[in-house]
């Protein structure tokens, strides 16, 4: 569960464990539970202790599932750097995977050989946090794992690492950098906090400074901040206190203390007068921002702020997408969040110009806006949609022990930041408690000063990130800052010197590995409407919420080639409302529910999804229905979001990544065949242009029928109730009686032409490269060997490929190779974004991995066994939340496999052999029939691509 200020900019429903209490439990469904029970529901339990040398140690038992969430975070992040050393932090965190005394490998070895899930670390302004889940009988492991590198890595620490590292972490900076609205972060932080403030440079740092960095100088971060007394240790799952106890202190207990770390003297600055900066980049439209330096998440303000951030630009009915995307719609989207750091925060107001209209009339429209929201204050309905769209992600984030956003985090925040592992319940209170009074009074405190107003205006970069010390995406804001992690997030948080430390614990060798369970996965119920529909249920008690999945065989592979991009615009339009709720009432119902309902599509699906609090399931599923089946297709509306598309659509052409797939795709597919089409689904602008009210009902009315449909639940009810509630909304739902559409595979797929496609992305500092080639394989095959095979290649962080050309080469954050999850024929692409210099060492590298792969080294012994220990023994964490148990039961579905196909899966992988893996390879995969595509600086990459012996043509979008 995210903490409020993590959460509440989201406005989405995340995943939580709670204990429904007895209002909760009472609530009727026709009326939305009162926002003060939810809150009253929201609980984890811990128990805590301190080791002798200042180690904090939080424990929450919770017996759910057979895993462990360890999560240590330290107190050091980005704030704490010096002058010239920006980017300490985060390339230290990167450090601390390479490998320690008694564990001198990759850190992911041991852990993938358990079983690990959510293994990642991460850097932000104010801290540092390393993070896995493992099954229970792993614990010990993981503990050694953590400690050795808290109290026994500066022996394990080589020039040879921190310079491999250095270059991974440059990486990870370009990558940031080369995308649409790469450099907002140093904007954000440069402009809000004047120099010498601890947050006015960014956590990524920059390239001088990192360049700078000597082994010296990272020892001594070390020394300086990795004590255990600056540190918090949470474990949450299948442990309790005394167990925790015993294993903490057998691991960490000898690791002496480090210094006492002074905090960095922080303020809130105000700006003397208002600022304005206009800056060019590769942006679909002009973007105009309103920033703030606010207080930070410890401040009584900070929440009020976040609520009142929720009404003027979060909620999908805050005042601003009503005003300037709804109602007069001079924007194409709009979005207001605060996000609140330890010592201060930033609050972001933004507004896409809509194509056509005067940047500056946006500006003054929303700035009028927010005078008229600070001159009027929220309303009483307006803060109870806002707080129950937050609860509604909060009860839902505490089924997940730990990850990114799980009960560790919450605990683990709550004692760092705020002394307390329980302050989300302080936040919460002051949410419940919130008057429209006191967030009226709150928000014109902090607004009524002199702004930051960013311009973004679509044109060529006049500068770069090189000198400058991240990268924010567009949409609506999340967070408008993320964390650096140590995974690259674009491919599916004192010891002693060495030899200083006497340990008492057995560090000779990795602990054993206790008894595992197996997975035990739900059971599948299967029932069918009035309507014949299918329902196929799996029952989770563990919070009150229920998720469902209304899933219909179409997807984009349904797009009429003639007119690509007709099922997204459907999608964005169903949106905005029903023929009896318009746009801004069907927004308004379900946030008043606290209801996430959204309509997706994949390759083969079209899904549309509820997110349900339990109280509310009943009133939730009614306007899920109404959703589905009387959408108001209303002409107003289609302009609106037509713009929207084509305002994605322009964002993706300035997307390296996207760029690279709308390109390799409909190549190997073919033009013809449904799946060569653009993978994102969002078409062309001739044809999003021309798309007719008419053409989307006709396509609604084709594809989108009960007979084409099954209705997945998972969650707290049961098959019986639920089929009651859906025999009343979706049961009397009758199909027409024209026949069923049909998706024509049969279209032959042509024959590879080996060539290099390249894109032409002036002063891109990173080229993205993509591989890839059709399979003779389709979805529902038998491909656990195939899919082992391509894991060891590329498809994992420890695979061949990405420790070649990130680990050993330092030209990549992260490279992967990936089969396909489609339903007929398959793909496997391998995907490598690298610094440019080395676009073609690159090819060459990878050609040469994969020969080498497909020839004399196949695979090794310890491949096999780390590939099939990973692969069995992480299944029960895989399915810890009812949303990884609904994909899961899809997924058993759409590719017709028994219902006990996970519980079978230990002994597919058991039975596996390396000669196996190796002519599963081989048949599927060869280094001849590869079709490249390159986006990069031409004038850079060009050079380098003639000498590969190989077609090199330039290619274009048109579109």
Do not use: C
């Not at 925060?345 to 008229?372: H, M, N, T």
């Not at 022990?401 to 919450?410: E, L, S």
């Amino acid at each position: 569960m995210p903490r409020f200020h993590r959460f509440a900019l989201a406005l989405a429903v995340t995943t939580s464990l709670v204990a429904a209490g007895p209002a909760l439990a009472k609530a009727k469904a026709a009326n939305p539970a009162p926002i003060a029970d939810l809150v009253k529901a929201v609980d984890i339990p811990y128990e805590a202790f301190t080791l002798d040398n200042g180690l904090r140690v939080i424990v929450h038992e919770d017996r759910k599932a057979p895993v462990v969430a360890v999560s240590v975070w330290y107190r050091v992040g980005s704030k704490h750097e010096p002058k010239g050393k920006t980017g300490f932090a985060h390339l230290f965190e990167h450090l601390m995977f390479n490998g320690s005394e008694n564990s001198p490998g990759d850190f992911f070895e041991p852990l993938q050989q358990v079983g690990a899930t959510d293994s990642n670390g991460t850097t932000n302004v104010d801290r540092t946090n390393y993070f896995e889940t493992v099954p229970t009988g792993a614990l010990d492991r993981a503990l050694f794992l953590e400690s050795d590198r808290m109290g026994h890595l500066l022996g394990a620490v080589t020039q040879e690492k921190l310079d491999n590292q250095r270059g991974v972490v440059q990486n990870e900076k370009r990558q940031g950098d080369n995308n649409p609205y790469g450099l907002l972060r140093y904007e954000i932080f440069e402009n809000l906090f004047p120099t010498g403030h601890p947050y006015h440079h960014s956590t990524i740092g920059s390239m001088g400074d990192l360049n700078s960095a000597s082994l010296g100088d990272v020892k001594k971060w070390f020394t300086d901040n990795y004590g255990p007394n600056n540190a918090v240790l949470v474990l949450a799952g299948d442990v309790n206190v005394a167990t925790a106890k015993a294993k903490v202190q057998e691991w960490f207990g000898d690791i002496p203390r480090g210094p006492e770390i002074a905090a960095p003297k922080t303020s809130i600055p105000t700006l003397p007068a208002p600022l304005a900066k206009e800056v060019k980049d590769l942006v679909p439209t002009t973007r105009i921002y309103r920033m703030w330096a606010i207080p930070g998440l410890n401040d009584p303000e900070a929440v009020p702020l976040q609520m009142a951030m929720g009404v003027l630009g979060g909620l999908s009915s805050s005042r601003l997408d009503n005003a300037l995307v709804r109602k007069d719609p001079v924007a194409v989207s709009v979005s207001a969040a605060a996000q609140p750091f330890e010592d201060a925060g930033i609050l972001l107001v933004q507004a896409d110009v809509k194509p056509g209209v005067d940047p500056q009339l946006v500006a003054s429209r929303l700035d009028a806006e927010i005078a008229s929201f600070l001159a009027s204050g929220p309303t009483a309905d307006e803060l109870q949609r806002t707080a129950a769209s937050y609860l509604a992600g909060t009860i839902s984030g505490l089924e997940s022990v730990g990850g990114f956003g799980g009960k560790a985090v919450t605990l683990a925040e709550g004692a760092l930041y705020s002394n307390n592992p329980a302050y989300y319940k302080v936040e919460l209170d002051r949410m419940a408690k919130a008057t429209p009074e006191q967030v009226k009074a709150v928000a014109n405190k902090w607004l009524s000063r002199p702004a930051f107003s960013l311009t973004y205006t679509p044109g060529e970069r006049t500068e770069g990130g090189e000198n400058r010390g991240g990268a924010v995406t567009g949409g609506k804001m999340t967070a408008p800052v993320q964390p650096d992690r140590y995974w690259n997030e674009a491919l599916g948080d004192v010891g002693p010197d060495t030899g200083g430390v006497s340990s008492f614990a057995d560090r000779s060798q990795l602990p054993a590995v206790a008894d595992l369970k197996a997975l035990d996965f739900p059971a599948i119920e299967r029932t069918k409407l009035k309507n014949g529909v299918e329902v196929v249920f799996a029952r989770r008690t563990t919070v009150p919420t229920v998720n469902v999945a209304v899933s219909f065989d179409a997807g984009y592979a349904a797009d009429p080639h003639n007119a690509l991009g007709t099922q997204s615009l459907m999608l964005s339009l169903m949106d905005e409302g029903t023929t009896s709720l318009d746009s801004i009432a069907f927004a308004e119902a379900k946030e008043r529910l606290g209801a996430q309902i959204d309509g997706t599509a994949n390759a083969d699906e079209t899904v549309f999804s509820l997110f349900a609090l339990k109280p509310n399931l009943g009133a939730s599923l009614s306007l899920l229905a109404d959703y589905i089946r009387n959408p108001a297709f209303d002409a107003k509306e289609l302009e609106r979001v037509r713009a929207q598309q084509l305002n994605r659509l322009k964002a993706e052409l300035n997307n390296p990544n996207a760029i690279a797939s709308r390109i390799l795709t409909p190549v190997l597919y073919g033009a013809d065949h449904p799946y060569g089409i653009p993978p994102s689904g969002l078409g062309n602008a001739k044809s999003v242009a021309a798309v007719t009210q008419g053409q989307l009902a006709a396509f609604h009315a084709a594809w989108i029928r009960p007979d084409n449909a099954r209705v997945f639940v998972v969650g707290d009810t049961t098959l019986a109730e639920v089929k009651k509630q859906l025999d009343t909304t979706l049961g009397q739902w009758q199909a027409p009686a024209t026949a069923k559409p049909v998706k024509h595979f049969e279209i032959a797929i042509p024959a590879p032409r080996p060539r290099i496609l390249l894109f032409d992305r002036p002063k891109s500092p990173q080229s993205v490269i993509l591989a890839g080639k059709v399979l003779a394989a389709k979805g529902g095959d038998d491909l656990e060997v195939l899919r082992s095979a391509n894991d060891i290649f590329g498809g994992n962080f420890l695979s061949r490929f990405n420790t070649n050309l990130r680990e050993t080469k330092g030209w990549s954050y992260g490279v992967r190779s990936r089969i396909s999850g489609d339903q007929d024929r398959l793909t496997w692409v391998a995907a490598a974004p690298v610094q440019a210099d080395r676009t073609g060492d690159s090819i060459k590298e990878l050609q040469s991995d994969l020969k080498s792969f497909l020839g004399d080294k196949g695979v090794t012994k310890e491949e096999l066994e780390r590939t099939i220990n990973g692969s069995v023994r992480e299944l029960p964490g895989s399915f810890e939340t009812s949303g990884d148990v609904l994909g899961g039961i899809r997924q058993i579905v759409k590719f017709a496999r028994p219902d006990n196909y996970y519980e079978t899966l230990p002994a597919t992988y058991e039975a596996m052999t390396a000669a196996e893996i190796d002519a599963a390879a081989r048949k599927a995969l060869s280094t001849d029939g590869l079709v490249y595509v390159v986006v990069g600086d031409a004038a850079v990459v060009k050079p380098q691509l003639d000498g590969l012996g190989l077609p090199v043509e330039t290619v274009s979008l048109d579109n």
